[in-house]
């Protein structure tokens, strides 16, 4: 057993996208694997690691990639579902990437292509597809531009719906690779790993990458990895704490709402008590016609 794991999103983008030729030839692998389309050259224009996450919104370790024909691919590793909801962030991310193309002194049909290809490893969505696509289309299915002028995708890989006990014979390419993403970390001793890593051309290529990993690499790799997820449960706790806040003085406030309108109404029935006595009906007749108290009304008039 080793402590490489691809499901840290540190080693996920030391593997896929450090500025060198295995890791861009591991790169090119993946997307033609899990976007189903031959990809001959890519560049990757964030390869430096955040050094401060400290203040950032939901904290991420995103791969931003750019084929030659200028499509965008925000690639992604989701380890863990969050409190702050996966499907709502996913689609920001796809709608933050599409904004982000520079558009003065062009037509809205010069925008390019742009896709969030997002790993995770939960289940979210109700069918039985490890991969699924989403674009803009109606309640009947209806797409809202043409297919080849369809701009905006998110690509899912939901890598827990893996069966993990299917034969490796009878896995595709994708399930190949969610499996070694899976159970990298056991190395050879993982008997599908080993028939892989000795057999797969694709697979030997991303064995390479994690073995250029010392250890001592890894372990500055998994205490960043701690280090980012303890601040994102922080900052998700300060948003809870936010939250409970705006609740509180939401109450506080409609509380204070009740009893101006109590206040109110006392008022209106103090000035209709005053009227009664101004035209000479007496205290019992008054509290028989309001259903009060003679006390009570003495406690409103004072």
């Not at 080793?2 to 999103?9: H, K, T, V």
């Not at 591991?26 to 899990?34: D, E, I, P, R, Y």
């Not at 080993?194 to 797969?200: A, G, L, Q, R, Y």
């Not at 303890?230 to 409970?244: K, S």
């Amino acid at each position: 057993m080793r402590s490489a794991n691809l499901l840290n999103d540190f080693a996920f983008k030391y593997v896929f996208g450090e500025d060198c030729k295995e890791a861009n030839d591991a790169l090119k692998s993946l997307l033609t694997v899990f976007l189903e389309r031959k990809v001959n050259k890519v560049v990757v224009k964030n390869s430096e690691i955040v050094k401060d996450y400290s203040k950032m919104k939901s904290p991420r370790l995103d791969l931003l990639v750019e084929f030659d024909d200028r499509t965008m691919v925000d690639l992604e590793m989701q380890l863990r579902q969050t409190k702050d909801n996966l499907p709502i962030r996913f689609s920001y991310y796809l709608a933050r990437l599409h904004g982000s193309q520079e558009l003065e002194g062009k037509y809205y049909g010069e925008l390019k292509e742009t896709i969030v290809l997002v790993f995770f490893n939960v289940n979210l969505i109700d069918n039985h597809r490890m991969c699924n696509t989403f674009t803009l289309r109606n309640e009947e299915g209806l797409s809202f531009v043409e297919e080849s002028q369809d701009r905006m995708k998110l690509r899912t890989v939901e890598m827990a719906k893996l069966d993990l006990n299917k034969p490796l014979k009878d896995m595709n390419e994708q399930e190949k690779m969610i499996y070694y993403f899976l159970n990298c970390h056991k190395g050879m001793d993982d008997s599908k790993i080993k028939v892989m890593i000795e057999s797969d051309g694709v697979i030997q290529m991303l064995e390479k990458r994690v073995e250029t990993i010392s250890d001592d690499g890894w372990k500055k790799i998994i205490e960043d990895f701690q280090k980012l997820h303890e601040n994102e449960e922080r900052m998700e706790l300060q948003l809870e704490l936010e939250e409970a806040n705006k609740q509180v003085e939401e109450a506080h406030k409609q509380v204070e709402d009740a009893n101006k309108q109590v206040e109110q109404k006392n008022q209106e029935i103090k000035q209709m008590i005053q009227l009664m006595l101004t035209n000479g009906m007496s205290l019992e007749f008054i509290s028989k016609s309001l259903s009060k108290s003679e006390d009570e009304i003495r406690d409103l008039l004072r």
